[in-house]
């Protein structure tokens, strides 16, 4: 499951995004495993390749192909109804798909799906909790289905929950009296237990005030910056302008534009100075 060394980090395509903030006191999220390489080329945390999913005939995600490497946070951006969230669903093997495959770190999602969801954080667009539990009863349990090993849990806990002002003060309470906030809170403390390597993420800061949005964004930070890989579904695109590496923007399904927001611009051409401007370019807004 998890040993403690970190992955190398590998700078990915493009301009980091600056940093106006010191971020959480919370180290860098511990990584499972190193950036698997073969022939000394590093392996994409996540690919999808020629990925495809029909409901009653009609394509949501059509021949979607991208990758997401070691050190890097990939936003997908889209209208709704664009396919972003069957996109997330195919990427964790929540569904599976009609055409095209999915590769975690190398390994085939559908073909060995214990092993590569061993190394996937997920966290939804509606957070999951158990009503009747506590939020430390909660994040316990995940603790106990990953298989984090006893002695760690409890640490792992406390130091994860302390990025977060006020989350602890709350952790003994019954989550059904948590606020959505706390609630997304929790589901970020819980996706980053187990050590993943890869997040997959469908909407990070839905809910949350402006102080624990700052404190994702430099968890999401810490996280490439140890190695992990990021893959970020959001309509909140001041926030995937801030803190992604590369953007893929979709429409009915398929990747239209791909890339850092350097490369973007000259696709456009067309005098685009925010991603709310190629947002509008490539969706085909007015």
Known sequence: MGGSGRPPTVEPKGATPPSDSPGPTL???????GAPREGGV?????????????FAGRPAVDDLSLTVAPGEIYALLGQNGSGKTTTVKLATGLYRP????????????????????????YIPDEPFTYERMSGREFLQLVAELWAVPPGERITRIDEL???FPGLAETLDDHAEEYSRGNRQKLAIVAALLHGPSLLVIDEPIVG??????????ELLRSFAAAGGGVLVCTHTLPFAEAVCHRVGLLRAGRLVAEGDLASLYRQAQDGARSLEDLYLHFTGRP
């Open 98 to 121: 009609t055409g095209g495959r999915v590769l975690v770190a190398g390994i085939d999602l559908h073909r060995e799906p214990e092993r590569a969801k061993r190394l996937v954080g």
């Open 208 to 217: 949350l005030d402006p102080e624990s949005a700052i404190i994702t964004r």
């Open 161 to 163: 929950v302390a990025a």
């Open 42 to 54: 590093v392996t994409p945390l996540l690919s999808l390749e020629r990925l495809s999913k029909t």
């Open 27 to 33: 180290g860098a999220p511990r990584v499972c495993r």
